[in-house]
């Protein structure tokens, strides 16, 4: 098995894909629900976590900078790890995400073991 990150991204200067109190408090139970789904077949790695919408880039010379920037559209709103055999079924798990009908994207990405 391998392990895959699911990165799921928002756009956070739209107003479509801001979803309304409402429309959170209804995604919340479904999302919690896929979230332990994942767990249940052992194939959760790590938390969820929730990630702030400001940051930080560090740059060559040690530059730091504030982010995101200002022409950035997208922003990560959830990053955790799963397992998987292959990207078909990690994309599978991620296709479950309810967060994507309120305009979210999930990025899929498999870890490349450590060169021996």
Same mark, same amino acid.
Request: aromatic letters at 8%; a negative charge; proline letters at 7%.
């Given at each position: 098995?391998?392990?895959?990150?699911?990165?799921?991204?928002?756009?956070?200067?739209?107003?479509?894909?801001?979803?309304?109190?409402?429309?959170?408090?209804?995604?919340?139970?479904?999302?919690?629900?896929?979230?332990?789904?994942?767990?249940?077949?052992?194939?959760?790695?790590?938390?969820?976590?929730?990630?702030?919408?400001?940051?930080?880039?560090?740059?060559?010379?040690?530059?730091?900078?504030?982010?995101? =920037?200002?022409?950035?559209?997208?922003?990560?709103?959830?990053?955790?790890?799963?397992?998987?055999?292959?990207?078909?079924?990690?994309?599978?798990?991620?296709?479950?995400?309810?967060?994507?009908? =309120?305009?979210?994207?999930?990025?899929?990405?498999?870890?490349? %073991? %450590?060169?021996?």
């Amino acid at each position: 098995m391998s392990e895959f990150l699911l990165a799921i991204h928002r756009d956070i200067t739209s107003t479509d894909a801001t979803p309304s109190p409402e429309q959170m408090k209804s995604a919340i139970k479904p999302y919690q629900d896929w979230i332990a789904g994942i767990g249940a077949q052992d194939k959760l790695i790590g938390n969820p976590k929730r990630w702030d919408l400001d940051g930080r880039f560090v740059k060559k010379g040690n530059t730091v900078t504030n982010g995101p =920037y200002a022409e950035v559209k997208e922003s990560i709103g959830g990053l955790f790890l799963i397992k998987a055999n292959d990207y078909d079924e990690a994309v599978e798990i991620a296709k479950g995400c309810p967060i994507i009908e =309120y305009g979210a994207v999930v990025e899929v990405r498999m870890a490349i %073991p %450590p060169v021996q």
